[in-house]
């Protein structure tokens, strides 16, 4: 197994340009995208049609306590007219006992606004009944959001969860494509019939497999984790120091994607039809399983349903469990054991495809 | 030493191999002769354990093969007939490549490559990444990578298509010194009956998935023994010659051939005399005419109809 196994490395830094093209594309993708994102205030357009003046600002002052976001005060029609042009995407009003929000288009930056102005209220609005009933009794409250719009869950509240998720997205996105072209290896060996004189000599096709399989997760592997450090040296992402459970759900989401590649190599055989195929699959795969936005701005049923058997989604899911939720290995089972089964089912009917294959291009 | 019996591989409905019986003794050089698409890769692909057939046995020194292939896969060696290749690699990473699969290691395995560098006279070059190679250079070392275990068996698959006649030559040669020197047991296939007939020792003809002969050169050429084979050259092809040729009593097949045609017929007659007269009456010119001795290309139109190369 060793002897195949060093080949493929040997193979690999004869010709590395493919992992590294893809390790940079990671750190760019990222970098432009989840670097700006990550770092820009994001900047609301206020405005009252009921509260004075001072009011309005007196509320602006406490919802840009945290100068996460910009609260900046306009008007209705400005505010109007701008979400009819399509230059805002949506804006804030406030009342005296409640806000809303215009919405012109849905926007992934909602979630967290919304979360951010409901706490805000809330605490506001608390405080204001304790000082009315003088802290006698306890205080309901309640939730004063007048919205169409779903809130975000709780990863996605955080100013923290988008960039991180787009780091994880894309570093899982872009192993996809590494991996899954790295293994079209297989498939040229298979072709140009190095793959034979290997099943020719004593070596079992066990060891074969093991030694091919374990060189592509180890790729997978080795670039995902050289990204994270990468992007947390360059970006100052930090995913914390949950290791055990990121590698956790990084050992099953690359071994799911290796079983993957053999069930995509069992079904075309052909290195050109691969070139095609993988770019699709990988690229749909993030887009469904919400590498590209998050699933909370998804609700078609059917999409959501597909999204469930998308290994990148579990993987994410599990990534997000582990540094958001600082989650343990046991509290992350469901999205591990999914990743784990989707590997297995993958794998058994890859390798039993790849197998006929074989024996058709014997002929 | 190494026999099929009765070997069929089925795809579905398609019968790729048909019964196919054959042995190789110990030291022998023995030829598998056909055209594209007669079975030969498909029967070498299940005596060397790549692939299972539908029925039949394989058996080497008496043992079954199919069930037990570990002790043939140790002395077995097979020449692929595409370039089977690490070409990113060079020519010593991919003997060390091989040569470690077989168990090979340390100064034995430095020694072998050595050697076997030097009999496909590649030590020169042995640095280089092979898809830098001329195409007689990757040929071979397709055939040295082979080499590096000291097979007993050598099962080579068409081992010089698509190169010069310099390399073709030169594999030729290295192949003739394998078996009479090493005592190497060589299964060759090709569709090239001129390097059958100069390699081996027995040759079994192929068509359709079946052999449909088999033997030594000569006994293979027996079969035309009381036939002769006339070329005919014209100045101009014409069908009506060819016709009228088709129908003379004597004539068994007639192919045309470049500028004329090929006549297979009976000996003994006076064919010849007839062919002029043929020709006159379909006012064709004859350039040349030359009566041949059958070779094993006559002996497969002969059973088949087709040439090899058809």
């Known amino acids: 197994m060793w002897t195949v196994f060093k080949l493929q490395w040997q193979r690999l830094f004869k010709k590395p340009l493919l992992v590294l093209f893809f390790l940079g594309l990671t750190v760019l993708f990222v970098y432009f995208m989840g670097g700006s994102q990550g770092n820009q205030q994001i900047t609301v357009r206020t405005f009252s049609q009921e509260l004075s003046s001072e009011e309005l600002d007196e509320w602006l002052a406490k919802l840009n306590e945290d100068d996460t976001f910009i609260f900046e005060e306009s008007d209705y029609d400005t505010v109007y007219e701008r979400i009819r042009m399509n230059k805002t995407a949506f804006a804030l009003e406030l009342n005296e006992d409640d806000y809303r929000f215009l919405v012109g288009r849905e926007n992934i930056e909602m979630s967290p606004i919304i979360q951010h102005v409901d706490q805000i209220f809330t605490r506001e609005k608390r405080l204001s009944a304790i000082a009315q009933n003088d802290g006698a009794d306890p205080v309901e409250v309640e939730t004063f959001i007048t919205l169409n719009t779903e809130a975000g869950n709780e990863e996605a509240a955080t100013n923290q969860a988008y960039p991180i998720m787009l780091l994880v997205g894309m570093t899982f996105f872009f192993s996809i494509f590494s991996i899954l072209l790295l293994m079209i290896n297989l498939v040229e060996e298979k072709k140009t019939g190095t793959w034979n004189r290997l099943i020719f000599s004593p070596l079992s096709k066990t060891t074969i497999y093991l030694g091919q399989l374990l060189h592509y997760f180890l790729v997978g592997l080795f670039q995902i984790g050289l990204a994270f450090v990468i992007l947390d040296a360059l970006l100052g992402i930090s995913l914390g120091n949950n290791y055990m459970a990121m590698l956790v759900v990084t050992v099953s989401f690359v071994f799911a994607i290796v079983s993957l590649g053999l069930l995509i190599i069992g079904l075309v055989s052909s290195p050109q039809q691969l070139q095609v195929v993988i770019p699709i699959v990988a690229t749909s795969m993030a887009m469904l399983g919400g590498a590209f936005w998050p699933l909370e701005v998804v609700s078609n049923r059917i999409l959501l349903f597909l999204a469930e058997l998308m290994p990148i989604k579990h993987g994410i899911q599990g990534m997000m469990g582990a540094v958001i939720q600082n989650r343990g290995v046991t509290e992350l089972l469901e999205p591990v054991s999914a990743l784990l089964l989707m590997g297995v089912l993958f794998m058994g009917i890859g390798l039993n495809l790849m197998e006929r294959v074989s024996e058709k291009r014997s002929i | ?310």
């Open chain 2, 1 to 310: 030493m190494l026999e099929t019996k009765a070997l069929t591989k089925k795809f579905k409905s398609y019968e790729a191999v048909s019964n196919v019986s054959l042995y190789l003794e110990e030291g022998e050089s023995v030829g598998l002769l056909g055209p594209n698409g007669a079975g030969k890769s498909t029967t070498i692909s299940m005596m060397s354990t790549l692939l299972p057939p539908t029925s039949g046995e394989v058996r080497y020194n008496g043992v079954d093969a199919l069930n037990k292939p570990q002790e043939l896969r140790r002395v077995l060696g097979v020449v692929p007939q595409e370039i089977a290749l690490y070409e990113e690699l060079t020519a010593y990473e991919n003997m060390k490549f091989f040569g470690r699969i077989y168990g090979l290691k340390g100064q034995k395995l430095e020694q072998r490559i050595k050697e076997v560098l030097e009999l496909i006279g590649l030590t020169e070059r042995s640095k280089d990444r092979v898809e830098t190679y001329s195409g007689g250079m990757k040929r071979r070392i397709n055939i040295g990578v082979t080499l590096l275990h000291e097979p007993r068996v050598l099962i080579m698959d068409e081992p010089t298509v698509g190169i010069d006649p310099q390399s073709r030559n030169y594999i030729l040669e290295m192949i003739r010194r394998l078996n009479r020197e090493k005592d190497m047991t060589i299964l060759y296939t090709s569709h090239y009956m001129e390097e059958v007939e100069k390699l081996c020792d027995r040759i079994y003809i192929m068509d359709h998935g079946e052999i449909i002969a088999s033997g030594t050169n000569q006994e293979l050429k027996n079969i035309l023994a009381n036939d002769e084979t006339i070329r005919i050259d014209v100045e101009t092809l014409s069908k009506d010659f060819a016709d009228r040729l088709s129908s003379h009593d004597v004539v068994q097949k007639v192919t045309q051939e470049g500028t004329g045609y090929k006549v297979i017929a009976t000996k003994g007659d006076d064919l010849l005399g007839d062919v002029f007269e043929l020709a006159k009456r379909s006012h064709t010119k004859i350039t040349s005419v030359v009566v041949q001795t059958p070779t094993l290309e006559d002996v497969f139109l002969h059973l088949t109809g087709r040439t090899l190369r058809d």
